[in-house]
């Protein structure tokens, strides 16, 4: 029997992305918005592409100048492609996937404003209409991924705003989506939030440790 070489050998194939859609969306593009970078290597990199086009499932997405359909939930090691407008559509993928990341983060920002402010905010997208005789349907299409970010994206802030919070640990302020009366982004955020409060409690009752205590010199130990 022949050994494989590498080079002939095919790589495993990827599970499906499953669609997001509702809260379920929400939560990931809030997560993604505040990551401090992206991946750099192929595997990670295709996989957030992969997801984000699942973000994207009634959104299509047109290739400008061809017009050319994409579909990023099916896309392949060798094409990760980003449709962007103009000359942003010639960066690099992970240069690409830092704008696409500003972008969600601007508009998240301003949807905390616009409640205060009465801001309209905005997703600039092209509405094809068919009818096939007995059916009409409205396809929202765009030519940039953060145009198609961006409506899913209100549609779904329209729909669950009142879950997206501000972390109420101090120093922290990280954006995420409450589940029932959440306060705090993580574990890590509520426990030192509550010891903090317990030490403050324990020291304004006289039970803690002092600073003038803190600095007494230690007695020499014997030798």
């Known amino acids: 029997m022949p050994r494989k070489t590498p080079g002939s050998m095919k790589p495993p194939e ?3 992305v ?3 859609i509702g809260v379920a969306r929400l939560r990931w593009l809030v ?3 505040q990551q401090a970078s992206g991946p750099t290597d192929p595997g990670p990199e295709r996989r ?3 997801t984000l086009g699942a973000c994207l499932k009634t959104v299509t997405l047109r290739a400008e100048g061809d017009g050319q359909i994409m579909d990023l939930s099916q896309t392949e090691p060798t ?3 980003l449709p962007l407008r103009g000359e942003d559509h010639q960066k690099s993928v992970a240069e690409k996937l830092a ?3 500003v972008s969600v983060q601007t508009l998240l920002r301003q949807s905390l404003v616009s409640v205060v402010g009465r801001t309209a905010l905005q997703a ?5 209409r068919t009818w096939s005789g007995d059916c009409l349907q409205d396809h929202p299409e765009a030519h940039d991924l953060r145009d198609a970010l961006a409506y899913v994206l209100l549609g779904d802030l329209a729909t669950f705003y009142e879950r997206l919070s501000r972390c109420a640990a101090p120093g922290c302020g990280r954006l995420f989506v409450r589940e029932r009366r959440q306060r705090y982004c993580s574990v890590s955020c509520r426990n030192r939030t509550t010891f903090q409060r317990w030490y403050r409690r324990h020291r304004k009752a006289g039970r803690g440790p002092t600073p003038d205590a803190a600095k007494k010199p230690r007695p020499p ?3």
Request: overall charge positive; proline content about 12%.
């Open 31 to 33: 997560e993604f918005a």
């Open 48 to 50: 957030l592409i992969r």
């Open 124 to 128: 600039e997208v092209t509405l094809r």
């Open 221 to 223: 130990r014997a030798t």
């Open 79 to 81: 094409t990760l492609a």
């Open 18 to 20: 499953q669609p997001l």
């Open 99 to 101: 704008l696409i990341r």
């Open 14 to 16: 990827e599970p499906p």
